[in-house]
């Protein structure tokens, strides 16, 4: 009987990447993986046990949490049922998650079929939007900003003048003016939270 450490040499060779969040899995022995790609029953064990991890934190990323584990689980069998017909097995990591991903969807297909109920008459009405106390939260938020913030901020929000307009008339670029813009924003934003 074998062993995983005394299988295949391979500790080396990882398998090319193929998608961005598939670094972990690069380490993946190629001739290991060669063999379970043949039908070596031993290693196809040990390919999905290394696998397992990374493809449970990508599913992590993608399903809803109580999914997880089914769409890791269903996503092995589907790996171990097809891996034979793979035809560039370098592909490997890309179509695993890929598998995952498609479980993951699929549960969350049928967890929203599962879930779907007609909407309720109940529904609040919005809330007022010119409420006294807005109006003072929104002039303090102004007010706590630099002023060349504030300048586009007014420019852009409450005179409606275009990127380029304001450009011309504070005598800078529409790439500064953009700059500034987001970043008063943010903090306006940081401000009201």
Request: include cysteine.
């Amino acid at each position: 009987m074998r062993r995983a450490s005394d299988s295949l040499p391979c500790a080396s060779y990882p398998v090319p990447l193929t998608h961005r969040n598939s670094a972990a899995m690069q380490h993946l022995c190629p001739l290991e993986l060669a063999a379970a790609h043949r039908g070596d029953r031993d290693a196809l064990e040990r390919v999905l046990g290394q696998s397992r991890q990374h493809l449970r934190r990508y599913a992590e990323y993608h399903c809803v949490i109580n999914d997880v584990e089914d769409a890791v689980q269903e996503s092995l069998i589907t790996v171990s049922r097809r891996l034979t017909g793979l035809r560039v097995l370098e592909c490997f990591t890309s179509w695993a998650f890929r598998i995952v991903k498609r479980e993951c969807n699929r549960l969350k297909r049928a967890r929203c079929h599962w879930q779907h109920e007609e909407l309720r008459e109940e529904i609040l009405p919005p809330a007022p939007r010119d409420t006294e106390e807005l109006r003072r939260d929104c002039a303090a938020a102004l007010e706590s900003l630099p002023a060349h913030y504030r300048e586009v901020i007014l420019l852009r929000d409450l005179e409606g003048l275009s990127i380029a307009e304001m450009a011309d008339q504070l005598l800078t670029t529409p790439d500064t003016i953009k700059a500034r813009l987001h970043r008063a924003r943010v903090m306006a934003r940081e401000y009201l939270a």
